[in-house]
């Protein structure tokens, strides 16, 4: 009942704001709400402390004492949803597949089935001695990817 109550309320914040999207949400045994948001735009503290409030004024403690968190999905944190792409294209992704290969590119693009990162490599040429630098591009499917990162500069 706590927890449907929970999400009816997390539900209806999210509508009000659709530049907003759930990345995590849990209850704990002890009713430890842990809400972690994400934005097309990127999410500001206001943003959090809006979500926060539409929850927790609607929440009796008297009923059912708890605590709350929400938070958004870090800088350093994994991309977990394919609608996190879209504000990282320009960004430098470091992208681990399922089959344990490993990229560095720039995020050019999104597909409807995954991304396409770009990046230079330095290769040996193909005739004589020496290398060429050279334009790699892959793409490669949400389905394939284990893990992937921005990469930050500082």
């Known amino acids: 009942m706590f927890k ?8 209806a914040a999210l509508e009000e704001d659709t530049s907003l999207f759930l990345v995590d949400f849990t209850i704990g045994l002890d009713n430890k709400i842990n809400v972690v948001l994400d934005g097309d735009e990127g999410v500001t503290l206001q943003d959090c402390m809006k979500v926060s409030r539409a929850i927790e004024h609607n929440l009796d403690r008297e009923e059912e004492d708890f605590s709350l968190e929400v938070a958004s999905a870090g800088a350093a944190a ?20 399922t089959q344990d290969e490993s990229f560095e590119g720039n995020l050019t693009a999104i ?22 630098t050279v334009q ?19």
């Open 4 to 11: 449907k109550k929970v999400t009816e309320l997390l539900e």
């Open 136 to 154: 790699k591009k892959k793409e490669i499917d949400f389905s394939d990817i284990k893990e992937a990162k921005v990469i930050l500069k500082f």
């Open 111 to 132: 597909t409807d089935t995954g991304i396409v990162l770009e990046w230079k490599a330095r290769e040996p040429k193909p005739i004589g001695k020496g290398k060429v």
């Open 78 to 97: 994994p991309i977990l949803l394919p609608r996190q792409y879209g504000k990282n294209i320009g960004r430098k992704l470091a992208v681990r597949s």
